[in-house]
DNA sequence: CTCGGTTTGTTCTCGCGTTCACAAACTCCT
DNA sequence: AGGAGTTTGTGAACGCGAGAACAAACCGAG
């Protein structure tokens, strides 16, 4: 499920504020969802509540953990380093949660000088190797709408099956690759179209 | 519907390419949606095709776009310059879709003397002025977690609307007011738990 | 003018996710 | 020990969006 990160980071937040106990009713609350909605998605996981008292947040946090798979080691390269790739490089999110930016790839020749977040900027062409070296199995592409799919290729070309894309475009990839995209765009034009709506009147 | 922008960027794309006309089938494809889907979505605008035809790809897209609001010029304030902040300051895809980015808010003292993206920092208790002179509706939320609620409130008190937050935190806003919500990070643990699932096998 | 080919707009059905509501189970107090 | 109060886990109904299928409409050729 989707929301199971979610949960985590509000489990997170209480078991840094001290809350040893939550009810499914505080925990939604803390998570923007349905009491309902998160029992029924927490006892997909098994029977961890206990009834009339509630779920203990520590044991429930690393059992969340185990079956989103954050409590291994992810390694991930980041290929286009632009601004958005410096973003996502400096991230502190990635690396509190399991993952590790093994590689920052660039195919321009003028970045590969760079240091960025402690990782050096390498060749495009290393990507075979670095995924070989390291496992990679995650990538995540941040390079400008044109160059988007052939990266893609490449990446599903030398064995990765998870791809986080961030640029404007709509990538194809066989069967058995996930992709997941971000269009910051997108989300403020949703935004705008609502906005319009509240302002300008419907029209129905 | 969420739908409309990706929409319109498939469009821009036939646009550029010189395509005058486009069947339903074509566009879905482009788009990455099923063709009936896109056809229900376009009519639940009007009846802007032509059976037998398809759809004029310019005076489609002027369509959408007028629909979702982007015909007009939103300006937009963002508060946190870190490196998402930055990121999102220099993203080109904003202002080529109508969005304006008038101010950029830091409460940190040492940042009001940098200027990014052509724009210069200002303190965050610029907010309620740059507002009222800009008419802001929209405000994006690139802050750590702990000062998005406070940024919120802020926010919401002098009159906008609609927030993006990037910031790993449920905002609680009063109604009427839209917030979209994007976490780095759950996008990664998502993908990291369908890649659990693919290579340890699923356990049922 | 008529007919075949094509494409839109719409209706209908199906399946999934959400939500309500309730029984089972646990704690605490008397 | 027993009962009241609380909270989980789950069964059932509801609503909604997705996809398939079809009728209406348009173009072009003969």
New binding site residues.
Partial sequence: ?A?LPVYLRALTTLSEQGTAT??????AAAAG?????L??????L??????????DVDYLRYQIAREIGVTQDWPVVIVGIGNLGHALANYSGFRSRGFRVVALLDADPRRHEEVVAGVDVRPFDDLEQIVRDHSVAIGVIATPALAAQDVADRMVGCGITSILNFAPTVLSVPEGVDVRKVDLSIELQILAYHEQRKTHGATT
């Fill in positions: 499920m929301r939550c009810s499914s009713e505080h925990l969802v349905n009491s309902a909605k029992r029924k998605d927490l006892s997909y098994g029977s961890y509540g206990t009834r009339g008292v509630g779920y």
